[in-house]
């Protein structure tokens, strides 16, 4: 058995991702390259992804994407063994070009490739970060567009959800919130900058779905915003100034305190030792901050990749592919098409 090259693409909202990596013959996952191009800025003046804008992005944005991850790897296409691509979740259009360029690559190569799914990607870019996971672990993936709790019974090979967000997603919350203290877009980073001025004790913000009759490990954030949209505007109407960075701290906190508890609650009840927090919103100072002090607390090894592979990436989906391949799943055909609700 002798080393394989993955070409990972990923087009399923924003960002036009191409990765590489190499498997080893001991089944170890390397990254050897990864480059992505955003259109975040072409959206940011509508406050959030516009679906036609993305998709002609990703047209434009293909080619070149995946000329910069080869020469970055020091490959040439025909290096290439395999062909993994984002199939779902994601945006009908964005997923479809990605599909498109895979499909292309893998028949003029006339290598195999697999359609793999997004959110088990967010999962599988942990071990070119820090090695090989334990066979049962647990997933929290939180960006804009998802938030779930997924349990993992090997990476590349079973993934079930056991809890997601019933309404906002909470990288969505941090877009809203911040749209409504006139802060830009995406809204993550503000709202973690300001936060670190205020008081997270300032405001007490409600815990969705934390009640006895609610579900155990599903989220609700849309509450939330909308707590902070009602105390802003009380503000407003009684002519005060509103303290963002208390804004900011306090909604920070609730979202932080919800996600690390049920996380948390949620490994100790499945008895698994491994949480592994990934997605754009894993990049949060508090988040991960209050998920090292619980999980050290409850004796549960916190894994967080660096913000650059927990953000949409072409090596996640590279990833994925090598652990499918390794795993032995038998290829995807031809035909093989994008799945904007494909389940995890
Ligand atoms: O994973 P991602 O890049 O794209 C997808 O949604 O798939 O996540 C983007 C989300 C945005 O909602 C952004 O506001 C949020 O991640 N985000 C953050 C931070 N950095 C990015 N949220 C909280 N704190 C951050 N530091
Ligand atoms: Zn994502």
Redesign the pocket.
């Known amino acids: 058995e002798r080393d394989r090259i993955v070409l990972g693409i990923e087009s399923s ?1 924003d ?1 036009t991702g191409v990765g590489l990596v190499r498997l080893g013959a001991d089944g170890g996952v390397e990254l050897l390259s990864d480059a992505v191009a955003s259109s975040v800025d072409q959206h940011a003046r509508f406050g959030g992804v516009v679906p036609e804008i993305a998709s002609r992005a990703h047209l434009e944005a293909m080619a070149p994407t995946t000329t910069r991850a080869l020469d970055g790897a020091g490959l040439r296409l025909s290096d290439v063994d395999a062909v993994a691509v984002t199939a779902g979740p994601g945006l009908a259009g964005a997923l479809m070009v990605g599909v498109a360029a895979a499909k292309g690559y893998a028949a003029a190569l006339g290598v195999p490739l697999y359609g793999v799914n997004h959110l088990a990607g967010h999962v599988a870019v942990d071990t070119l970060e820090h090695g090989p996971l334990p066979r049962r672990c647990l997933a929290l993936l939180v ?4 938030t779930q709790l997924l349990l993992v019974e090997g990476v590349g090979e079973r993934i079930t959800e056991i809890g997601s967000t019933i309404d906002d997603a909470a ?2 919350a ?2 809203k919130v911040a749209r409504i203290l006139d802060l830009p877009y ?4 503000p ?2 900058r300001m936060a670190k001025e205020g008081d997270p004790a300032a405001i007490a913000f409600p815990r969705g779905m934390t009640g006895p009759r609610d579900a155990k490990f599903d989220f609700s954030f849309s509450g939330l915003k909308t707590a902070v949209a009602r105390w802003v505007e009380g503000e407003q109407r009684a002519g005060r100034e509103i303290p963002v960075a208390d804004v900011c701290a306090s909604f920070q906190e609730a979202v932080a305190d919800v996600l690390t508890a049920k996380a948390v609650r949620a490994a100790r009840e499945l008895e698994v030792t491994t949480l592994v927090i990934s ?3 894993a ?3 508090r988040l991960s901050g209050l998920a090292r002090e619980r999980c050290a607390a409850a004796r549960i090894e916190l894994r967080v990749p660096r913000p650059r592979l ?3 990436n072409g090596a996640m989906i590279a990833a994925l592919g090598a652990h499918v391949l390794a795993a032995g799943a038998p290829p995807s055909s031809l035909d093989l098409s994008a799945d904007p609700g494909l389940p995890v």
């Open positions: 909202c960002e960006s804009g567009g998802h990288g969505e941090y877009d995406p809204g993550g980073p709202i973690d997605g754009g919103v990049a949060n100072s927990c953000t949409d």
